[in-house]
């Protein structure tokens, strides 16, 4: 069964950092784009960051470029979201999410819509 389980999620003050995992059941989850997606209460979720299947190319919504990195070991098959100098409005619940097709991620922000597997989320919280 195709599956995708985050996990690195906690508590933490501003400022702070947290590494968030996504472990993929199935080696063919190589080939999809994947990407990170929250989303806090009473709000629509909304995207964070994509990646390619290589790794090798990564897009961010405008808010977290520069404090977010995200990566992936397909080897491993896990993906990644480094989070540095971590402020209250990142507060959320983080959903990592895979696309089910081959093919290059567009340099732009992704709709929920354009992906087909998605992760129970991990809980992020960050402290004034």
């Known amino acids: 069964q195709k599956q995708l389980v985050e996990s690195g999620g906690g508590v933490v003050q501003s400022g702070g950092s947290l590494r968030l995992s996504c472990a993929a059941s199935e080696r063919t989850f190589s080939n999809y784009g994947m990407g990170w997606f929250r989303q806090a209460p009473g709000t629509e979720r909304e995207f964070v960051a994509s990646?390619?299947?290589?790794?090798?190319?990564?897009f961010y919504r405008d808010t977290v470029r520069g404090r977010f990195t995200i990566s992936r070991d397909n080897a491993k098959n896990t993906v990644d979201l480094q989070m540095d100098s971590l402020k209250p409005e990142d507060t959320a619940v983080y959903y990592c999410?895979?696309?089910?097709?081959?093919?290059?991620?567009?340099?732009?922000?992704?709709?929920?819509?354009?992906?087909?597997?998605w992760g129970q989320g991990t809980q992020v919280t960050v402290s004034s």
């Open positions: 990646i390619n299947s290589r790794g090798d190319n990564t």
């Open positions: 999410v895979a696309e089910s097709g081959v093919g290059r991620i567009p340099p732009r922000v992704r709709s929920q819509y354009e992906y087909d597997y």
